[in-house]
Antibody, heavy 115, light 113 residues
Framework: EVQLVESGGGLVQPGGSLRLSCAAS????????MNWVRQAPGKGLEWVSY????????YYADSVKGRFTISRDNAKNSLYLQMNSLRDEDTAVYYC????????WGQGTTVTVSS | DVVMTQSPLSLPVTLGQPASISCRSS???????????LNWFQQRPGQSPRRLIY???NRDSGVPDRFSGSGSGTDFTLKISRVEAEDVGVYYCMQGTHWPPLTFGGGTKVEIK
């Protein structure tokens, strides 16, 4: 079964850091690009970041550029999002999604930035 | 950035009746490779999003055939031929033609009257 499982969310103070993980299974992870997409409470979907299959191409939304870093370890079938200098407005459920056209999504992990 | 505008915001529907959601883009979504990268996603209450339709009109595996997508250029539609109780949720369109960034519509909430 194709599956994505996010982890690493939690409560963090403004200015703090968190590292999210997304564990992939049931498909050849190294063949697919990946995305992080977030959803603030009661709001719509917002694309956060993209990484190509080989990590050669990386993009970020302007809202997180310079603060977030996407990476992957194809040997461990895992995707990561290092989030630094967190702000209140980063509070959201963070999803990993497979491929540019996002055909498979994880269940999400909740990040709460609050003092 | 390409702006995706969905309407209506909320769509109350009677069970068994059709429903239609509109998605308009601020520029044509025809890619230089000839494809149009417009997806539709369903998000049921308390669940993560699920892709229903890709490249305008292609249904994903396991998606009931009561769901259909159509459109071209800047104007797209998701139709549900006969709404069932399990169709309640929020529907989003998303473009993958002019990126980064990938952009989503604001969502349309489908509810039962």
């Amino acid at each position: 079964e194709v599956q994505l499982v996010e982890s690493g969310g939690g409560l963090v103070q403004p200015g703090g850091s968190l590292r999210l993980s997304c564990a992939a299974s049931g498909f050849t992870f190294s063949s697919y690009s990946m995305n992080w997409v977030r959803q603030a409470p009661g709001k719509g979907l917002e694309w956060v970041s993209y990484i190509s299959s080989s990590s050669s191409t990386i993009y970020y939304a302007d809202s997180v550029k310079g603060r977030f870093t996407i990476s992957r370890d194809n040997a461990k079938n895992s995707l990561y999002l290092q989030m630094n200098s967190l702000r209140d407005e980063d509070t959201a459920v963070y999803y990993c999604a497979r491929g540019l056209l996002q055909d498979v999504w994880g269940q999400g992990t909740t990040v709460t930035v609050s003092s | 950035d390409v702006v995706m505008t969905q309407s209506p915001l909320s769509l109350p529907v009677t069970l068994g009746q059709p429903a239609s959601i509109s998605c308009r883009s601020s520029q044509s979504l025809v890619h230089s490779d000839g494809n149009t990268y417009l997806n539709w996603f369903q998000q049921r209450p308390g669940q993560s999003p699920r892709r229903l339709i890709y490249k305008v009109s292609n249904r994903d595996s396991g998606v009931p055939d009561r769901f259909s997508g159509s459109g071209s250029g800047t104007d797209f539609t998701l139709k549900i031929s006969r709404v069932e109780a399990e169709d309640v949720g929020v529907y989003y369109c998303m473009q993958g033609t002019h990126w980064p960034p990938l952009t989503f519509g604001g969502g349309t909430k489908v509810e039962i009257k």
